[in-house]
């Protein structure tokens, strides 16, 4: 679909076999939940191509199936028809492969474990020697800037750091990918504002494959490489949107031509996509 | 500080056990007058209210014995008296409570068990659920003397047919509590144990368990209470020989109502310790697990 991105400005280590090729693969993707009320289409004939190194954003209103999306990438819902290929494998293959880590709306970290365990918890599930664990817990908090807080039980810390350290944990089991589901929706504007621009850091200096899902234009337009914009009953895709605004962007870059010409693009799309009926 | 916790703590509970030990007194002169009445009577005398105020105060076999004649005796049958005595409430206490922490155990674990396979299996949950919760409704004094009653017949006697009837009832609250605990992880913390596709081993140790700790001690506080219950229950209708609840017949055949007191108030006064044992207990592992403090 796309071709050059921010990616390949960057010098690639061993990990970047490749960058451009497609990591995620969706053909005429159907979902239909069966609910008491009856059938629901989630998901209608979705066609997706996620490339490797891609910062994706999928935004729309609510039941736009954003989230059942990045939810059957992950192999979380299964679809009801068409098909998806994550890495070349089914989405089940894939999730076994620890092809991803996930990153939920809220920050889901096990209350009765200490930061350190949290981020922990799934190189304990994969069985990992403890040396290795400490290893890259260390590595992970140094990297969302939560160095000092492995002894704090979650409730010790603010909504922000909670979430950073889901990132944390997300990336302990060093995925390719990153699936991203609304993580900052819950946070006010300042501290979102300034994760955004931090997970945007992290993006350029681990060059993984991110899918981020959004209900914030500004969000999407200052964080993607490609925006997937969707649209409500039936769950479909409305428009793909391009997206490259530099590899070295700060907050300030929201107010520059560029940003507002694709955010407005957005915004149309979402308009055309019957989104504002309600 | 000190006068703070003092208002807000200990003043509440004494006024509350001052105004018992005043109404206890109370009911003891109106219940006891009779008695007195009775004897003046047949003596031909007549006697004033302020007369008979002190005589039903310290009576042999009181309708209501009054709180100093209970403190008197469980002195006397506690500080005073070798453990080893037969007359010893502590030994009478130590009787009953070790049935009722053998019961306790083994309710616990019944508990936890049953819940487990409740969770993990549906055919389980069908048709073990429905049985758990008809056990309930059978009246224990029903069923306490048979399992007593047969146990003894296959030569099983002594602490444990009264563990079991502890067990019969202490194994409720658990296991109802603790199928509640295991189901009480959060869709999305089980969701992010299947992006991890942990093993349901894993998902059970790493999260159900963990998750059920708190409903674990709060139904273990009841099923303490309950396993004291059934221990003392387990000792009325065989007559046994020793323990609070052959204290209570024992006083009753006899009319010894200071002693059915005492003997009440021991055993309420245990339950209270060992619920105040399991709270405990419980404060400080749901510290340990880093509950927030005002919550736990």
């Given amino acids: 679909m796309q071709a050059p991105h921010v990616v390949q400005d960057f010098p690639t280590g061993s990990a970047a076999a490749g960058p451009g090729r497609p990591v995620i693969e969706a053909r005429n993707l159907d979902l239909v939940f069966e609910t008491n009320d009856g059938p629901v ?10 490339n490797k190194g891609d910062f994706v954003s999928f935004i729309g209103p609510s039941g736009c199936g954003k989230t059942t999306l990045l939810r059957v990438i992950a192999d979380l819902e299964t679809a009801t028809g068409g098909s998806i290929t994550v890495n070349g494998m089914t989405p089940s293959e894939a999730r076994l492969a620890g092809a991803y880590g996930y990153v939920f709306q809220a920050a889901a970290l096990y209350p009765w474990r200490t930061i350190r365990k949290n981020v922990a918890l799934p ?17 992970n908090m140094a990297l969302v800037n939560l160095t000092g807080f492995e ?5 010790q810390l603010s909504g922000g ?38 997970l945007l850091k992290l993006w350029a200096a681990t060059q993984k494959t991110v899918v981020f899902v959004t209900h914030s234009i500004p969000e999407a337009v200052f964080l993607s490489t490609k925006i997937v914009v969707m649209s409500p009953r039936p769950g479909r895709i409305y428009d793909v949107i391009d997206c490259d605004l530099g590899t070295e962007r700060s907050l300030d870059i929201r107010e520059s031509p560029e940003f507002l010409e694709i955010a407005h693009r957005v915004r149309d799309g979402l308009r055309a996509g019957h989104a504002y009926d309600e | 500080m000190m006068s703070e916790l003092f208002v807000k703590r200990v003043l509440p509970v004494v006024t509350v056990v001052m105004a018992i030990i005043a109404i206890w007194y109370a009911s003891a002169v109106f219940m006891n007058a ?21 005589l039903t105060m310290n009576q042999d076999r009181p309708v209501l014995p009054t709180p100093h004649q209970v403190v008197t005796e469980i002195w006397k049958t506690t500080v005073e008296k070798k453990v080893t005595s037969k007359r010893s409430l502590i030994y009478h206490a130590w009787i009953t409570l070790s049935a009722t922490l053998a019961g306790f155990v083994m309710g616990t674990l019944l508990g936890i068990v049953l819940a487990i396979a409740i969770v993990h299996s549906k055919v389980m949950d069908k048709s073990m659920m429905p049985w758990v919760i008809t056990s309930q409704t059978i009246p224990i004094l029903a069923i306490a003397p048979m399992i007593i ?19 019969y009832l202490s194994f409720f609250p658990v296991a109802v509590g603790m199928v509640k605990g295991l189901r009480s992880p959060e869709i999305m913390h089980l969701d992010l144990m299947k992006t991890y596709s942990a093993s349901p081993s894993q998902v059970f140790w790493m999260l159900r368990l963990p998750s059920a700790i708190p409903y674990l001690f709060a139904s273990m506080k009841v099923a303490i209470a309950i396993s004291l219950v059934g221990a003392i229950v387990g000792e009325l209708p065989t007559g046994a020989v020793a323990g609070l609840g052959a204290r209570l ?24 310790i060992l619920v105040a044992i399991v709270s405990l207990l419980g404060t400080w592992v749901n510290k340990r697990m880093g509950r927030r403090p005002e919550a736990a």
């Fill in chain 1, 123 to 139: 190189l304990e599930v994969m069985g990992i020697p403890k040396a290795e664990q400490e290893r890259r817990v260390a590595e």
């Fill in chain 2, 249 to 272: 017949l024992a006083g009753s055949y006899y009319g010894q109502t200071v002693q059915i007191w005492s003997a009440l108030i021991s055993a309420a006064a245990l339950a209270a």
């Fill in chain 1, 151 to 155: 002894g704090k039980f979650p409730w």
């Fill in chain 1, 161 to 198: 750091m909670q979430q950073r350290a889901s990132i944390a944990r997300a990336l302990a089991v060093q995925p390719d990918m990153l699936l991203m589901d609304e993580p900052f929706g819950a946070l006010d504007e300042i501290v979102r504002d300034h994760l955004n621009e931090q």
């Fill in chain 2, 149 to 167: 009653v047969v146990l003894n017949s296959v030569g099983i006697t002594g602490l444990f047919p009264k563990a079991v009837i502890s067990t």
């Fill in chain 1, 41 to 50: 289409h989630a998901l209608s004939n979705v066609d997706l191509t996620v």
């Fill in chain 2, 34 to 54: 009779p008695f007195e009445r009775d004897r003046a009577a047949r003596a031909d005398k007549t006697i004033t209210f302020s007369e008979i105020v002190p």
